[in-house]
């Protein structure tokens, strides 16, 4: 036997026969399981005393050549081992103590929150094709964040949708020229529309020119529907998002002779609204499905306001509309 196996071996040796390793419940348990004899040691012991009494030579053993000895020295560690891991479970990083954890979560407040449940207001816009969930995904960030920029709408469609293709000149030139078709079509129209005919395959499938047209296309009815331009020729303006747990409807209201902005909400869950505008907000919870208002002092028209729609139980992230009295 080798050097190394030698020495692997003796290391072995001299964990079981440590001082915290030969207690008494080894002695009573691990030691008892050796071929049914209750305390092999002692007489192990015993029978080398003898030897030595009858005058013999104590017999020396290569650890090596001894296999029922060396598989035993294995079980032994392998159930030492076993033991301290059923004593002293390990514990995650994040964890300081042992924790017993749930086989599955029966309480709303500890379920996982879907990302995203906004989404499902792509079945309610006027597409001639289903863009796949992470561009309109992508493409409804994009709006969120444009939505209370000062540029115009034909500026606000490109940067919304330039991220999807390459970034050279051809590509933004040609960008340019399909936005100009999209805003000259009618609100919410496919057909006016000369650049997308008879499309009748998956977005992957389109050609770059018309997956252009497509994306331009969502970002604008986007825009209108999350923009609420309201006035006193128009005091009352409604709007609908549709989620994954169902519809939101909104009402807002410019009520001229209080100098108030009023929004009323149905709510398909529990929510929160946060108005703000001139340096003002107010916020409204709901603990549950129904209606909840939130209103504002509105004494100057021509001021923006923005109104934060936030369902915790379907999206991590509130929705914002603007708000604009004229």
């Not at 030691?31 to 092999?40: A, S």
């Not at 252009?212 to 303006?237: G, H």
């Amino acid at each position: 036997m080798n050097s190394d196996s030698e020495s692997f071996h003796h290391q072995l040796l001299s964990l079981v026969l440590a001082e915290d390793v030969t207690t008494t419940e080894f002695s009573s348990v691990d030691c008892q399981e050796i071929n049914g004899v209750e305390n092999p040691l002692k007489q192990t012991t015993g029978f080398e005393g003898g030897r030595q009494e009858l005058g013999g030579t104590p017999q020396t053993f290569q650890l090596g050549e001894i296999p029922t000895v060396q598989e035993r020295f294995q079980a032994v560690i392998k159930h030492r081992l076993q033991l301290q891991i059923q004593n002293r479970p390990p514990l995650f990083p994040w964890e300081t103590q042992l924790v017993d954890y749930p086989d599955y979560a029966d309480e709303p407040s500890v379920a996982f929150v879907p990302t995203w449940g906004w989404i499902a207001q792509q079945s309610r816009l006027n597409l001639p094709v289903t863009l796949p969930e992470s561009i309109f995904r992508q493409l409804l960030a994009k709006c969120q964040v444009l939505l209370t920029s000062s540029l115009p709408l034909g500026a606000k469609l490109v940067q919304a949708v330039e991220e999807l293709f390459p970034s050279d000149t051809q590509t933004l030139n040609n960008l340019n020229s399909i936005a100009g078709l999209v805003l000259r079509s009618p609100s919410r129209s496919v057909e006016a529309l000369e650049t997308m005919p008879n499309l009748q395959n998956d977005y992957s499938d389109l050609k770059e020119s018309q997956q252009m047209a497509l994306s331009l296309l969502t970002v604008k009815q986007l825009l209108e529907t999350l923009t609420i331009p309201i006035s006193l020729t128009n005091p009352v303006v409604e709007r609908e998002w549709l989620t994954n747990v169902g519809v939101l409807k909104l009402k807002i209201e410019y009520q001229s002779q209080k100098s108030k902005l009023r929004v009323q909400g149905e709510l398909p869950t529990r929510g929160i609204f946060q108005l703000q505008g001139n340096g003002t907000q107010a916020v409204a919870h709901s603990s549950s499905v129904g209606s909840l208002i939130v209103e504002l002092p509105c004494q100057h028209i021509n001021q923006t306001y923005t109104l934060e729609v936030d369902f915790p139980e379907i999206d991590q992230q509130p929705l914002l509309f603007v708000i604009n009295p004229t």
